[in-house]
C-alpha cells in the first residue's frame, strides 16, 4: 500500500512547454484534488475530482488541466507553463468514511519555470 | 467562496509553554476544521481535526475548539518540545472534504 504517489519529485521546464504530473493512490478512494502551495500561502485548490470520470474546478484552474478515467489515477497538466506556475504540487485523495475523512497528500512536485 | 484567516504568521514559544494558532471562516455551511503540520520539505500531515457538532476535541498535548457562532476555531499546544517546530495550517470545508480552504500558515518555533 503506497498511498498518494506523485511523479515527478522535480522538475525545470522553459515558459511555453507542456507537461503533465502524474498522481495515483492505491487506496480506492473517491476523491481526489491537486494543490498549489507558493511560499507564505496556504495550499490553493486547482482541481478536484469526485470520482471516475467526473472533474470540477478549484480555486485557482486556470493554465491546467485534469481528467480522471480511473479511480487510481488523476494526472494534471500544464498546457503552457508560464513562470507564476513555479511552485510546489500536491496531489491529495480521500473518502468519506463512517468515522470521517482523512485527506492523504502525496509527497509534492517542486516545478520551476524558467 | 470560503475565506480563511490565520493569525499570527509567525510564533515562538519557550518550550515548555503553551502555543495558539486562531483562524476565522467566512462560509457557515462550513463544518469540518482540520489543522496540518508541515515541516521543511515535507507533504502536510493532519495532526487534529473537528466537526461543527463538536465544540473542543483533544488529543494528548494538542486541542482544537470550534466557535461556529462566531466562525473561529483554534489549535492549542501545551508543554511545547523541539519537535512541534514547523508551519501549521488550518482549514475548513464541507463534510465533503475535496474542496478544502487552507488558511495562510503560522510558523512556530520552539526556543529550547
Known amino acids: 500500500n503506497a498511498g498518494v504517489t506523485q511523479t515527478p519529485k522535480f522538475q525545470v521546464l522553459k515558459t511555453g512547454q507542456s507537461m503533465t504530473l502524474q498522481c495515483a493512490q492505491d487506496?480506492?478512494?473517491?476523491?481526489m484534488s491537486w494543490y498549489r502551495q507558493d511560499p507564505g500561502m496556504g495550499l490553493r485548490l486547482i482541481h478536484y475530482?469526485?470520482?471516475?470520470?467526473?472533474?470540477d474546478q478549484g480555486e485557482v484552474p486556470n493554465g491546467y488541466n485534469v481528467s480522471r478515467s480511473t479511480t487510481e489515477d488523476f494526472p494534471l497538466r500544464l498546457l503552457s507553463a508560464a513562470p507564476s506556475q513555479t511552485s510546489v504540487y500536491f496531489c491529495?485523495?480521500?473518502?468519506?468514511?463512517?468515522?470521517?475523512?482523512?485527506?492523504?497528500f502525496g509527497e509534492g512536485s517542486w516545478l520551476t519555470v524558467v | 467562496g470560503e475565506n480563511v484567516e490565520q493569525h499570527p504568521s509567525t510564533l515562538s514559544v519557550q518550550e515548555g509553554d503553551s502555543a495558539v494558532i486562531k483562524c476565522t471562516y467566512s462560509d457557515s455551511a462550513s463544518n469540518y476544521f482540520p489543522w496540518y503540520k508541515q515541516e521543511l520539505g515535507k507533504r502536510p500531515q493532519l495532526i487534529i481535526d473537528i466537526r461543527s457538532n463538536v465544540g473542543e476535541k483533544k488529543d494528548q498535548r494538542i486541542a482544537v475548539t470550534l466557535n461556529k457562532t462566531a466562525k473561529h476555531f483554534s489549535l492549542h499546544i501545551t508543554e511545547t518540545q523541539p519537535e512541534d517546530s514547523a508551519v501549521y495550517f488550518c482549514?475548513?470545508?464541507?463534510?465533503?472534504?475535496?474542496?478544502?480552504?487552507f488558511g495562510t500558515g503560522t510558523r512556530l518555533t520552539i526556543i529550547p
Open positions: 491529495a485523495s480521500s473518502y468519506e468514511g463512517i468515522s470521517g475523512n482523512t485527506i492523504y
Open positions: 487506496m480506492n478512494h473517491e476523491y
Open positions: 475530482s469526485v470520482g471516475a470520470g467526473i472533474t
Open positions: 482549514a475548513a470545508s464541507l463534510q465533503r472534504n475535496e474542496k478544502l480552504t
